[in-house]
């Protein structure tokens, strides 16, 4: 009555799971070391200026990335929110931690690397994807 699935696609879908759950993972540990490093005091002028700002534009763009192909079924804007959430509690934390300071620069490359690397994810997506309708 039912046939079975062709042990070619569980494989597949076995190895997006693996690779998804792995993304999560390490977005969840640079999420950790963002919070919890930021917080040290040698992260006070860690990267100098104007460095830093390539340093918020990378962290985030490479976080969102991670975190879009790790929840792949989360609508992407719900997980730019989240990552972009992740960068103002970053800034405004700032505030209070001693030789620290918040700035709108910071939070405006973190919205643009979240932002970039979304885009770049829908076009790798739809490539793949065409790739795949051509292969059939």
């Known amino acids: 009555m039912f046939s079975e699935a ?15 759950n792995l993304c999560l993972a390490l977005a969840g540990l640079m999420t950790l070391a963002l919070l919890w490093g930021g917080a040290q005091p040698g992260a ?3 990267v100098p200026s104007p460095y830093d700002q390539v340093a918020h534009f990378v962290c985030f763009g490479i976080m969102g ?16 929110a989240m990552v972009i959430g992740i960068g103002g509690v970053d ?12 700035s709108w620069l910071d939070f405006a490359m ?12 829908v076009v ?13």
Do not use: T
């Open 91 to 102: 800034e405004l934390r700032q505030i209070v931690l001693p030789g620290r300071h918040a």
């Open 65 to 80: 990335f991670l975190y879009v192909a790790g929840l792949p079924k989360c609508p992407s804007w719900l997980v730019a």
């Open 124 to 136: 790798f997506a739809r490539m793949a994807g065409n790739a795949r309708a051509r292969a059939r």
């Open 44 to 46: 006070v002028n860690a």
């Open 110 to 121: 973190d919205l643009a690397g979240v932002v970039s690397a979304l885009l770049l994810y």
């Open 6 to 20: 062709p042990a070619g696609l569980v494989a597949r879908a076995r190895l997006r799971s693996v690779i998804g």
